[in-house]
Structures are given as structure tokens and as C-alpha cells.
């Protein structure tokens, strides 16, 4: 089995639709695909309908977190979208996204980049609109040569100069909640350092004392000897260890099922969730 519990749609960064992204996941030969969008179940409802047949879906969401003053992200699994707690959460920092990349736009302008709030909001569509929609923008307009190098102190990186602030979860709240909601989580990426500063390892600890499930220990912005401390770290926690493209469609360079998780680890998730359960495919819409 191929499982990729780690990508995006057009309901948050993604390029891809729910249903394009399904397709796409079937073509690419996996066989477990996670719809993981940033805060928001929006894209399930499209992703099912239009799920091959020999292709599961996890539902999930990727979680915006910060712990003093440091930036992560919290992944969750099949846990029930309709959980009132969670989902007054998941609205907030849905609601701060508009206010916030509006205020980057701003100070954009202000360092002299002729930015615009239509451009960014073009770009976004019907998406949750966030920092790599306006990291598109300054692609487009030459200020930088690919959203990645938007993200650093000279622009939007946490505390860069058009760097604004939004509403987001402490990652212990965010556990538990989660599970509160039969869901299941993980840490993504949690030594991305090229993406700006992370929360020590020692934090690990902590968090798994608290009920974290998991850490994405394969990604693609994890190099091979921080990918191999990160799975020893989850052994000796007793954590699990995932692997993920993070795909983002066009706008990132991974593609899907670049980094994989193993089928045992799936299995565990799948059996400590309440909350939700994977959505074998029947055939799914070709339109």
C-alpha cells in the first residue's frame, strides 16, 4: 500500500480541487490519500464524491498552532468535523485569514511592493486565503522567484517584515480537542527549518505526554539525517512516525506520494479513531 496522509486543495493552498486532487492521487498509484487542509473540512464533500474506485480517503485538517511565539502545525485525523469546540476554533482562524493577508498586503505596499488585495484574492479563489497565496503574488510580480523564497525574514516568514500575525490553537489545546473529537494527531513537519524558527525537540515530550499521537518524521523539508533522529525520537516517545508529500498542486516542487507512510502506522491510526472512518472509493465523478 501507498498512503500519503499529508496534501491540499483549493479549499485551503492547494492548486488542485478536492475532486482533481482525488483523481490525481489514483493516477499517481496511491492508495490512501489524507485531505489535509489548513483548518477547514470545506473540500470533503467534493473529494468523496468524486473518489476512485481502489482509492481511501482520510478526512483531516492541518491545525494553526503556536507555542511562545513559535509557529507549528498540528495534522488530525477522522475526527468528527461537526465536534462544536473544535469546529468554534477551526471558524476563528478561518475568520482572522482575511484580516490577516490584508494586512500583509499592506505592509507589502509599504516596502514598495505593488502588491494589491484583488491580486492576492484572485490568486486565492475560493480558498482558505493565507501566506502562500500572497507568496504567489510576489511571484507574479518578480519581488521573489518562487513561493518558497517569499518565506524568509525579508518578507513573510514568522516576524519578517510583511509577516502579520493570526488567530491560532496552543498545540496542547489543540490535542485535545482533537481527540475530544475521536481524531487523531500529529506533528507536521516539526524540524521544517528552512521555513524559520521550529520549538525544540524537547518539546516533544510534552506534547506526547499530553496525547500527540504522531510525528511527520518523512517530509520533504526534513533532510535524511533529521528524518532518521526524528523516527528515533518517536520511538523512544512512543510515537508513531508518518511520512507525506505536503502537496500543494503547482505550488510547491513535491509531488504526491513522495514520502510515504508505512501501512502498520496507518492501521493504528485508523484504529484509534472515533470520530471518523476512511472513505473507501466506489467510482467517484469524472467531470
Known amino acids: 500500500m501507498r498512503i500519503d496522509l499529508h496534501t491540499h486543495s483549493t479549499a485551503s493552498d492547494g492548486t488542485d480541487t478536492p475532486a482533481e486532487l482525488v483523481r490525481n492521487a489514483a ?3 496511491l492508495d490512501v490519500i489524507a485531505l489535509t487542509d489548513h483548518d477547514t473540512s470545506r473540500g470533503y464533500t467534493e473529494a468523496v464524491a468524486a473518489l476512485p474506485a481502489g482509492l481511501t480517503l482520510v478526512t483531516g485538517a492541518e491545525l494553526s ?23 468554534r476554533e ?24 505593488p502588491v494589491t488585495w484583488e491580486q492576492v484574492a484572485r490568486i486565492a479563489g475560493d480558498g482558505s486565503v493565507g501566506r502562500p497565496h500572497v507568496a504567489e503574488a510576489l511571484v507574479e510580480l518578480g519581488v521573489v522567484g518562487s513561493v518558497s523564497d517569499a518565506f524568509t525574514p525579508d518578507w513573510l516568514a514568522d ?3 510583511a509577516y502579520v500575525g493570526k488567530h ?19 506533528f507536521a513537519h516539526p524540524a521544517a527549518v528552512k521555513r524559520g524558527q521550529v520549538v525544540p525537540e524537547s518539546v516533544m515530550a510534552d506534547l506526547a ?8 518524521t518523512d517530509h520533504m523539508d526534513h533532510e535524511p539525517a533529521t528524518r532518521a533522529r526524528l523516527r528515533g525520537l518517536a520511538a523512544d516517545l512512543g510515537l508513531l512516525a508518518t511520512g507525506s508529500s505536503d502537496y500543494h498542486g ?3 516542487t513535491c509531488v504526491l506520494g513522495e514520502f ?28
Not at 91 to 105: F, I, K, S
Not at 171 to 184: C, Q, S, T, W, Y
Not at 209 to 216: C, F, K, M, S, T
Open 27 to 29: 493516477a499517481a498509484g
Open 65 to 87: 498552532c503556536r507555542l511562545d511565539g513559535v509557529g507549528l502545525h498540528m495534522l488530525a485525523y477522522l475526527f468528527d468535523p461537526d465536534e462544536p469546540e473544535l469546529l
Open 90 to 113: 477551526r471558524e476563528l482562524v478561518r475568520d482572522d485569514r482575511v484580516p490577516r493577508a490584508q494586512g500583509m498586503v499592506t505592509k507589502l505596499q509599504d516596502l514598495g511592493v
Open 159 to 161: 516576524g519578517g517584515r
Open 168 to 186: 491560532e490553537l496552543d498545540p496542547f489545546d489543540a490535542i485535545r480537542l482533537v481527540k475530544a473529537a475521536g481524531g487523531v494527531t500529529v
Open 209 to 216: 505526554a499530553a496525547g500527540l499521537d504522531g510525528i511527520e
Open 250 to 252: 503547482s505550488r510547491k
Open 260 to 287: 510515504t507512510t508505512d501501512p502498520e502506522v496507518y492501521a493504528e491510526i485508523t484504529r484509534r479513531a472515533t470520530g471518523a472512518f476512511p472513505v473507501p472509493g466506489a467510482g467517484g465523478t469524472t467531470a
